[in-house]
């Protein structure tokens, strides 16, 4: 399960505002607003937090490493 903090760091590695994830994952934007707010795991409706990871995933730029580990894929160009 990812945590608050790897989401934080994904959506800054892709220069993601909490809006744009929110559009992209069809998860509400005061949800991804509870979760950019906790450093753990968010206590969010494991459907949200899938919905999120899976978003952040389908870019193939991000890969969760760990609890607390992101590896974000730089923009080539």
Do not use: C
């Not at 607003?33 to 937090?49: A, F, T, Y």
């Not at 899976?54 to 607390?68: D, I, N, P, S, W």
């Amino acid at each position: 399960m990812i945590t608050g903090i790897q989401v934080r760091m994904a959506r800054s590695g892709l220069k993601w505002s909490a809006q744009d994830l929110a559009e992209k994952s069809g998860v509400g934007l005061s949800t991804v607003n509870k979760i950019d707010r906790e450093d753990g795991i968010p206590s969010v409706r494991i459907q949200n937090l899938v919905a999120i990871e899976q978003t952040l995933l389908a870019t193939g730029r991000v890969r969760f490493e760990g609890e607390t580990g992101v590896f974000v894929q730089p923009f080539e160009g």
